[in-house]
């Protein structure tokens, strides 16, 4: 027996020896024979790639869009920054300037930057840009195949430096399909795919870059994606802002959100694409070196979208704007902000994000107009707006957070938002009253009899600040009589959503440029015209299934006027005065994203402070970061 | 001879029974899935763009012709079974035009790594300190290994793994919890990616083992507390034959053939284990291919996986039965 | 019966330590029924406290008592387990009776499906039971889906012991007094498989309530019950491990881990009372 | 070897005293399964032990073969082998010492021998375990030394490579004869070896282990209730009773003259050629051990019990020439 408990206590030590030996214990997941210092490491948050080999963006739904391709190696004509931008959000990059249409908007002529090369050494000159047209428009199988189909007649390039598109309708937004805000059709290169039989099968591995980065070594498991700072990155639309900082970026899985908190704490993750509230506000306890878009509560860098409880108007209940307008009263805000963000959210009463220039273009500007709206509830006429709910939560928080809550009123606006609608189930009780529906008890009944029932449908983990929001609202509808579910789509929901099979979702069909006023990004697709039967599948972004003849006069006003043209605000705060009657969805806050930027090892990050570029590790437009970061020390 | 033709005739029947009745279940509840795999990818591809609703429509009819939609359930169950029969499982809709069978290739290889090596320890372990524990019944640090195995057996596996994890990666940090090797290493016989790929298999090996470790000890203990009793172990000591090659070729040897069926038939719960740690460690394995693929609704892959980790588990329980009269040679009794 | 279960708790030190612990499971189980708070509500008490004596668990991120939240949520996966241990106990009974009986071509195709249930694993096929059923995944459902999976190997024991009554006289009687197979099953077989019966349902609840948690955890159930695999997931959803929240996990995964060892306690102890040898190895007391 | 240890006897049995002692459910119990008994075995000879089954047969000799597990603990007494002067019992010596003489000068023939050989492993493999390390010799010697001994109980050599479930009753009998023998050990115990046998190979068998016997020269201690196996067998017999020798003595002798009401009675249950009318039976039962009648353990059942049979224990006195006999019917008022 006493050669046996040698045994066990030689197995023992060994056991315990074996993790520590070969690597030393930090080394969890920095990659080897890089220097630290060189590299940059980002969250790819589309987890880990399938089919990692695969580089060929222009297939449909292959491999992996954001794990470096198109943040550091394509390129196309335009960027719009969701923020202020290095110098102004518009960037000309492929192009030399902005595109110039004919009076009717039927021809679109691009002037190109000379001067840029692929990384094999071939210049990219408008022949590039011809055949990405081209390609995609022969072979319907690819990715932006179907929007060129129906926007070009035909291309031309008259010379290495111009390219003239060629309209089959006007269009005087057709310019943003090559402008980047989170991607756009990206430019090929001709001398490539030239030489390949069929474009859509074709994996482009090793990718020819027009980006200041090339690809370097990636992980056949779909883990990770390491890129390297060209040597001619001079020669790249990136390179005319100055040098990149990074010599070297790893785009990474690391994994579920407390996983990439842990990550972040032992600085093997610059940057963190999104995590739970809760995760946010641990890094910034306890680490010194995390920053997040806002240095102090609400820390998360608010997207230009807008999620909100989007209706199916087609629902024979929620047809009617007074049963909408009963549900949005009975929502505190304030409760839900918590339950979903930990107050940490920007909210919004209308529809537009209350990001980048929107705040200035609407939410300020519309706040008289807010505060005087009425509405008429057959037995009272109340005015639902509160000015000052954004101050409350930020009061409310002030207790538990402390110094993090800012005090100066116009910082609080910009971080919490403004006012929202005031809780009023009163209120609320009287517009379904007068939409026919009786209260049995405490049960709100249909004006058919039968208990009123509301499923809100939320996405799950996959979402889960919006699933957050939406068991709140959920508990709330409850709370004021009516029956209420949540219901899990988690996997299903986009499949659901387009064939309006739901009653409510918590989801965006506002999604606008943030760094630009026009908001033809979401509205031209709610055109009436659009707007499927009843089981039929919706084309994107009308989820709502809402017409109103004075939405569509909105749109085709729009339609005629050009991207910059001033009067576009006009349109949409008209727009915004039509949604706000008719609260089609009831928009709650901006989707705000806890990127979290580890200063460890560099510096210079975007932020609320210096709000340069949109630090979101997916985005195209995240480039810009790069030429501002600097090693740390 | 003939007993074990009959033996093997059985074993080989049963085994093409499990593959029908599995890969069966497997294409019918596939082919229920409410998700719409064009929808899902029009979804990914649309969805950070602005895109005009009539290309979409132009998309949905394209993608439904690429991704072979049209046809009849029987003639998708036709095909299926060609294809199954071939080893083709058709391209995933998630990693479109990726065959499915390629990105399961690249996944299997990690899973029967991890699979193999941890349920080798984990039975050479469990059964040796569990036969110690039924041999020895008196020693103390085999009784307390007991009592941790009860404690511990029958907790579920997502457990031990979120507990090792917690352990391992947070209050304690020394050990990788996420991913099958570091980065920027090379794959093949190299001893950085290597060592790496041990390194970053310790704690998903390790709550496959903690777990499997006590089941294995507390069957052998109680089979051979039994076995001891038994007239050749009684008969073998009462020669005076040494105690080890007492313990070894009679208690343990005769306690080893039920062992190597129950192996055989828990080999589907150990994968079910390995789903779900391959999950909670991020390894790159079959595991967390079947829940991305669920997750992407591309039912191809899910499909694929099914019935690949049905094949697979009952090939491992067909080699183990083939295996079985090498260790116990009265198969006729089986 | 009664007398088995005095001798149990009077001598057997396992089963006294199983009873103890289930019982700590089923007291708390049953304090949900005075919970001061509806289990589905969330922001009813502050957030995130540690645990104190306003808070004995202390309380969720998202306001709720985790004591309380406990309670509610220990009784449904209770609940849950009793479910599928009762629903999966008819199929091995019907199924282990019936080819032990009868042996001949009966048994061999039964033991051949059985079998294939066995081998196949089956982590797989509830994962493709969710992918079809997605939303409409209710705890009874899968509740049904896992007694229709998890039946087999306690078929098989209950199999072996049909096989062996099947050649004892009082069968033998009853076949030749004009008895039915199903009412010699049910009358005559029934009462010796009964322990066997009992000891599986503990670990067939085992394995069942471990499996929900696996699949809870991963967003694969209905998250509008809450169950102990529930709480585990809004934990996750909220970082609650990196967050410091220590107590929105330790104390499910506490409270599971002391029902499945409570469980599988009273199984192994009833077991071994059932199994002569090993009760005999325990009066030899070994070497 | 002188002349005076030749006539020794090779076990010489004295007072031997073996327990059950059991603690389960918290109840104490001690099971005087062996009290108090005394016999000699000499050499070549084949001694018989008999009695009705539980009356300690199986009990005394693993007490005497020394494999005393718990709950079964030697008490008290003697079980001293010639081979093994040093030790009043094997059980009491050190486990090295025991190992060596074990198969080498002690062997032993299993009850329920069907089940004695290891089932997994081939018959060569069981015979290098138990008698290679005494016999020595290379594996090629050794296993063509037990070919040949097979052939003693005419088993082809071909057996050696069989596994245990390939070889029929008879045939795994013989087996376990020639392993308890290959040794040519001074001393073997076997206990029930052809209960489970039928009538023609137990025949066979028996002659078998007398032949043997009478060859190596060895001591035979032969455990049976079959009288009438006795009777074809064993030189001398010892009748059991509930733990206590009653009667011994040469075989013919008990045989011809029963003089414990027991050993009558067992002699009586034998059927004979021309019986005609039905034979008594012996009523009751054999004693609780755990509570044993006091004085003859016989008395409740003794056609022939005397007052002072319920209170004091006979002595085992020798009656007559070699037959010893614990009766108060036969010596009256000696007590043990």
Avoid at chain 3, 67 to 74: G, H, R, V
Wanted: include cysteine; hydrophobic fraction near 45%; charged fraction near 20%.
């Amino acid at each position: 027996m006493t050669r046996l408990r040698a045994w066990l206590l030689a197995a023992a030590l060994l056991a315990l020896a074996i993790p520590f030996s070969p690597t030393p214990a930090t080394a969890q997941g920095i990659p080897q024979n890089i220097p630290r210092k060189e590299l940059l490491i980002l969250e790819n948050p589309e987890g880990t790639i399938k089919n990692a080999g695969w580089f060929n963006i222009w297939a449909i739904n292959a491999g992996s869009q954001s794990n470096g391709l198109q943040q550091a190696a394509l390129d196309t004509l335009w960027y719009i920054d969701p923020e202020k931008g290095l110098d102004g959000p518009w960037y000309n990059s492929l192009a030399a300037d902005k595109p110039v249409y004919n009076a009717d908007f039927t021809e679109m002529r691009v002037k190109l930057r000379r001067g840029l090369f692929w990384s094999d050494g071939v210049e990219f000159s408008s022949a590039d840009v011809k055949a990405t047209i081209d390609i995609q428009v022969k072979n319907a199988n690819m990715r932006f195949s179907a929007v060129l189909a129906n926007n070009v007649a035909s291309v031309e390039a008259p010379d290495a430096e111009t390219v003239i598109f060629k309209l089959k309708k006007p269009n005087s937004r057709f310019h943003t399909n090559f402008t980047v805000r989170w991607g756009a059709v990206w430019i090929l290169p001709k001398h490539v795919f030239d030489k390949v039989e069929d474009p859509a099968k074709f994996d482009f591995n090793k990718p020819v870059t027009l980006g200041a980065y090339t690809l370097h070594s990636f992980d056949p498991d779909g883990k990770w994606y390491i890129w390297q700072l060209r040597e001619d990155w001079q020669r790249t639309s990136l390179g005319s802002l100055g040098k990149p900082g990074p010599k070297y970026l790893a785009y990474v899985d690391p994994g579920p959100p407390d996983k990439r908190v842990i990550a972040q704490l032992n600085h093997e993750l610059d940057v963190i694409h999104d995590i739970a509230p809760e995760g946010m506000f641990t890094l910034a306890k306890q680490d010194k070196g995390t920053r997040a878009w806002f240095k102090g509560f609400p820390y998360g860098h608010p997207d230009p979208t807008l999620p909100a409880v989007i209706f199916n108007t087609q629902n024979e209940n929620l047809k009617n704007r007074d049963v909408r307008w009963a549900l949005a009263l009975m929502i505190d805000v304030k409760a839900v902000s918590m339950a979903a963000y930990r107050g940490a959210a920007t909210i919004s009463a209308i529809a537009v994000p209350p990001t980048g220039i929107h705040p200035e273009a609407y939410h300020k500007p519309m706040e008289a107009w807010l505060k005087d709206f009425e509405i008429d509830t057959g037995k009272s006429k109340v005015k639902p707006y509160d000015p000052t709910v954004g101050k409350q939560i930020a009061e409310m928080l002030r207790p538990s957070m402390g110094d993090q809550i800012p005090s100066d009123p116009a910082v609080i606006g910009n971080s919490f938002g403004l006012g929202w609608w005031k809780t009023n189930v009163a209120a609320a009780g009287e517009l379904l009253t007068r939409a026919g529906f009786r209260k049995q008890g405490n049960q709100w009944m249909t004006p058919d009899g039968k208990p009123f029932v509301v499923r809100l449908m939320v996405e799950g983990d996959l979402r889960p600040v919006m699933t957050r929001a939406g068991t709140m609202i959920v508990q709330q509808w409850k709370q004021a009589g009516i029956d209420a579910r949540i219901d899990v789509a988690q996997g299903t929901l986009v499949t659901r959503r387009a064939a309006g099979d739901f009653d409510s979702f918590i989801g965006w069909s506002v999604e606008t440029w943030g760094g630009h006023q026009d908001l033809s990004y979401f509205m031209d697709s709610w055109h009436s015209q659009f707007v499927a039967e009843p089981g039929k599948p919706q084309p994107l972004r009308n989820w709502q299934r809402w017409t109103h003849p004075e939405l569509d006069k909105i749109i085709e006003d729009i339609r005629k006027i050009d991207f910059d043209d001033p009067k576009g605000v006009e349109l949409g705060r008209d727009y915004v005065k039509l949604m706000t009657r008719e609260m089609p969805i009831i928009p709650l806050m901006a989707y705000n994203v806890f990127t979290a930027m580890d200063q460890t090892y560099w510096t210079g990050y975007p932020t609320s402070d210096d709000p340069y570029a949109n630090p979101v590790t997916n985005w195209g437009n995240s480039r810009y970061m790069f030429v501002r970061l600097k090693p740390a020390n | 001879m003939n007993a074990y033709l009959a033996y093997f005739a059985k074993r080989l029947v049963q085994f093409v029974v499990v593959v029908f009745i599995g890969v069966n279940l497997a294409f019918v509840i596939t082919h229920a899935s409410p998700i719409d795999p064009v929808e899902q990818s029009i979804a990914a591809v649309t969805s950070f763009g602005s895109t005009a609703p009539e290309a979409i429509a132009a998309m949905r009819s394209s993608l439904q012709e690429l991704y072979g939609l049209k046809g009849t359930v029987a003639e998708q169950y036709v095909t299926f079974w060609s294809r199954v029969l071939r080893g083709d499982f058709g391209p995933s809709l998630s990693a479109f035009p990726t065959p499915v069978s390629s990105l399961i290739g690249r996944a299997l290889p990690w899973t029967a790594g991890l699979l193999i090596v941890s349920t080798l320890i984990t039975w050479v372990l469990g059964n040796l300190l569990g036969g110690l524990a039924g041999y020895y019944q008196r020693n103390r640090t085999l009784k307390l290994m007991g009592v941790v195995a009860m404690g511990v057996h029958p907790i579920p596996y997502y457990i031990v793994a979120l507990m090792l994890l917690i352990i391992f990666g947070f209050l304690w940090p020394v050990l990788p919890i996420t991913g099958g090797s570091a980065m920027n290493l090379q794959q093949g016989w190299n001893w950085p990616f290597v060592s790496s790929v041990a390194r970053h298999s310790i704690l998903p090996a390790l709550s496959l083992i903690l777990i499997g470790l006590g089941s294995w000890f507390l069957g052998m203990r109680s089979l051979v507390s039994n076995i001891v009793t038994e007239d050749y172990v009684v008969y073998a000591e009462t020669a005076g034959l040494d105690s080890r090659r007492v313990l070894g070729s009679y208690v343990m040897r005769n306690a080893l053939a039920p062992q190597v069926t129950g192996l055989a038939m828990s080999l589907g719960g150990i994968f079910n284990g390995a789903v779900i740690t391959e999950k909670v460690f991020g390894y790159p394995g079959v595991g967390t291919l079947l829940v991305d693929a669920v997750y992407a609704g591309d039912y191809g892959l899910v499909l694929g996986v099914t019935t690949v980790s049905i094949i697979a588990v009952s090939v491992g329980v067909l080699v183990i039965d083939l295996l079985y009269p090498l260790i116990d040679p009265r198969v006729e009794l089986r | 019966m009664l007398a088995i279960l005095r001798d149990l708790i009077r001598y057997n030190l396992e089963f006294r330590i199983g009873l103890f612990l289930v019982s700590i499971v089923v007291v708390m189980a049953a304090l949900s029924v005075v919970s001061p708070y509806p289990a589905g509500d969330v922001y009813v008490v502050p957030p995130d406290l540690p645990p104190s004596t306003a808070h004995w668990l202390g309380t969720t991120s998202r306001g709720q008592d985790v004591f309380w939240q406990l309670t509610a949520a220990i009784r449904n996966t209770l609940f849950f387990g009793i479910m599928v241990a009762a629903l999966s106990r008819v199929i091995a009974l019907v199924v282990g009776l019936l080819a032990g009986y009868s042996g001949g071509w009966i048994d061999r195709v039964l033991m051949s499906i059985n079998d294939t249930f066995i081998i196949i694993p089956l982590f797989p096929i509830l994962i493709l039971f969710y992918f079809v059923l997605r939303d409409s995944m209710s705890t009874p459902l899968l509740a049904t889906i896992m007694a229709c999976l998890g039946w087999a190997y306690d078929a098989r024991l209950i199999r072996s012991v049909a096989l062996s009554l099947k050649t004892r006289e009082f069968t033998q009687t009853s076949i030749f007094s004009g008895m039915k197979t199903h009412e010699i099953l049910a009358r005559e077989h029934l009462p010796y498989v009964l322990p066997i019966v009992f000891s599986t349902t503990m670990n067939n609840m085992n394995w069942s309530i471990g499996i929900e948690v696996t699949l809870a955890v991963l967003g694969f159930t209905d998250i509008n019950t809450p169950t102990i695999g529930g709480m585990i997931y809004w934990a996750n959803q909220h970082t609650a491990l990196v967050a410091g929240i220590w107590w929105w996990i330790a104390f499910p995964i506490g409270l599971v881990v002391m029902t499945f060892v409570g469980l599988f306690l009273l199984a192994v102890s009833m077991n071994e009372y059932i199994d002569p040898r090993s009760r005999l190895a325990r009066m030899g007391g070994g070497r | 070897m002188s002349g005076a240890a030749e006539q020794a006897p090779v076990l010489q049995v004295r007072d031997l005293q073996a327990h059950f002692r059991t603690h389960y459910f918290g109840v104490n119990r001690e099971v005087r399964a062996v009290d108090g008994v005394s016999f000699d075995v000499n050499r070549n000879e084949i001694y018989g032990l008999a009695g009705e089954s539980s009356s300690g047969k199986t009990t005394l000799i693993k007490t005497i073969a020394g494999l005393l597990k718990p709950p079964l603990e030697m008490v008290g007494g003697s079980a001293r082998f010639s081979f093994l002067p040093d030790w009043d019992a094997v059980g009491r010596a050190p486990p090295e010492v025991v190992r060596a003489i074990r198969w080498r000068h002690l062997s032993y023939i299993m009850q329920g021998s069907m089940n004695v050989l290891n089932p997994l492993r081939r018959i060569k493999h069981s015979f290098r375990d138990f008698a290679w390390r005494h016999l020595g010799g290379s594996k090629a010697e050794f296993d063509l030394r037990a070919a040949a001994h097979l052939e003693r109980v005419k088993l082809d050599p071909s057996v050696l490579a069989a596994y245990p479930h390939e070889l029929s009753g008879g045939m795994r009998q013989r087996v376990t004869i020639a392993l308890a023998t290959i040794c040519k050990p001074e001393f073997i115990i076997a206990d029930e070896p052809t209960t489970a046998l039928d009538v023609v190979v137990q025949k066979d068998v028996l002659g078998m282990i007398r032949t043997i016997q009478q060859e190596m020269g060895s001591s035979v201690l032969f455990i049976t209730h079959d009288m009438g196996v006795h009777a074809a067998l064993t030189d001398r017999l010892g009748i059991m009773y509930a733990g206590r020798l009653v009667e011994d003595g040469e075989t013919p002798e008990i045989f011809a003259r029963p003089l414990h009401p027991y050993t009558r009675h067992l002699i009586g249950s034998l059927p004979r050629i021309g019986d005609t009318e039905q034979r008594e039976g012996l009523e009751g039962t054999p004693p609780n051990l755990a509570t044993p009648p006091p004085g003859c353990r016989f008395h409740p059942r003794c056609p022939l019990a005397m007052s002072v049979c319920t209170t004091t224990v006979p002595a085992m006195i020798e009656t007559l020439s070699g037959h010893r006999v614990a009766c108060h019917a036969v010596n009256p008022g000696m007590a043990a």
